[in-house]
């Protein structure tokens, strides 16, 4: 019997209230409206836990744990000039940081051979100690040093294609060489981080890849960079977890950025990475970042969804998986910093 992919979500996260914010309930409910209509696409859908306190605890101090959790028993408030937290937002918070713990523990003991994280809030801004860009917790990286910590991982890789760059991932990482975050963002653009120079720090050098692309970028210069940067430094460090910082934010129609992705170019970049992983035999998890055009943001997750779930066909003719890969690999072994 194979395992269905799944699909974590938890109705705390329509509790989170932004008030008139692009980073509203309404992007949860356009998503699972679509893919309710699609039947989940084969996705098993599974309530989310709370997150582990230690887990959280281990990338966010305690005192900034407390700091969130007394915001909303106050009933809430604004944390900087984008990011607020209401009532609900705390739970929200440790839903959405547990659905993306569960969703590694569900990947790694082989439960599901996919799956894709659905919460609010995002995470990808938040740093250790500061809430930021519509972010209270790291849900990503919560879900990356769990895979470390509690599966004794060593080689971790976060592909981050939400279209603002995911400084507070970087800054967690920065230092790590267990953890390759590669991020792919339109430049200039909040948070203004994610320079090409920024490599990582010491241990770490190297274990940092920023791809900044221009205002405008399209499907093309997504997959020239996934096929020609992304996949061969995945085939390099040989993630045993891939995990997924996905905003669709990059979308032709978003209202917060000018990339101009369309659901054909998410969909290309979601099969290489399946692709690739597949060859690797590293599982591949997605965590919702964010996405601010309700029906891009929705068909996008749908294709993305199809894409990590799809056989992969044995295909000598594709040039990322084989011994041509292998060669990209030797190649890309002579400018990349982290290898000799
Ligand atoms: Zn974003």
């Known amino acids: 019997m194979t395992s269905a992919p799944v699909f974590l979500h938890h109705r705390s996260s329509l509790a989170h209230d932004t008030g008139a914010h692009p980073e509203q309930p309404a992007r949860l409910i356009a998503i ?61 918070a440790l839903h959405a940081a547990g659905g993306a713990v569960e969703l590694v523990d569900r990947l790694l003991s082989g439960a599901a051979p996919t799956g894709f994280s659905a919460h609010r809030p995002p995470g990808h801004h938040a740093e250790r100690d500061q809430a930021m860009g519509f972010c209270l917790f790291n849900n990503v990286a919560v879900a990356a040093q769990h895979a470390l910590d509690a599966h ?39 948070p203004g981080t994610g320079g090409a120079a920024d490599t990582g720090s010491g241990e770490g050098k190297g274990f940092t890849v920023n791809l900044p ?10 997959i020239a960079l996934v096929d020609h940067v992304v996949a061969p430094l995945t085939l390099a460090f040989e993630p045993q977890l891939m995990l997924i910082s996905a905003g669709f934010d990059a979308h032709r129609d978003d209202p917060l950025a000018s990339c101009r992705v369309t659901e054909d170019g ?34 996008s997750v749908v294709v993305t969804l199809q894409a990590l779930h799809a056989p992969v066909a044995a295909d000598a003719a594709d040039p990322r998986v084989g011994p041509r890969a292998r060669a990209a690999r030797m190649r890309i072994s002579e400018w990349w910093p982290a290898l000799r």
């Not at 679509?34 to 098993?44: A, D, M, T």
């Not at 990482?173 to 200039?188: G, T």
């Not at 692709?275 to 996405?291: F, K, S």
């Open 213 to 222: 692309v221009p205002t405008g970028s399209d499907d093309a210069t997504y």
């Open 152 to 190: 004794a991982l060593e080689r971790v890789m976060i592909l981050d294609w939400d279209v603002h760059h995911g400084n507070g991932t970087n800054d967690i990482f920065h230092a790590s060489n267990r953890v390759l975050y590669v991020s792919i963002h339109e430049s200039p653009l909040f």
């Open 266 to 299: 998410f969909a290309a970049i979601a099969r290489t990475i399946r692709r690739l992983c597949a060859e690797l035999d590293a599982p591949v998890g997605c965590v919702l970042e964010g996405g601010y055009a309700l029906r891009a943001l929705a068909t």
């Open 32 to 92: 699972e409206r679509e893919l309710e209509q699609r039947g989940w696409l084969g996705y098993e859908r599974v309530s989310s836990p709370a997150v582990d306190r230690q887990a959280l605890a281990a990338v966010h101090p305690e005192h900034y744990i407390a700091a969130i959790e007394q915001l909303a028993a106050r009933g809430g408030g604004q944390l900087d000039l984008d990011t607020v937290a209401s009532a609900g937002s705390f739970e929200a």
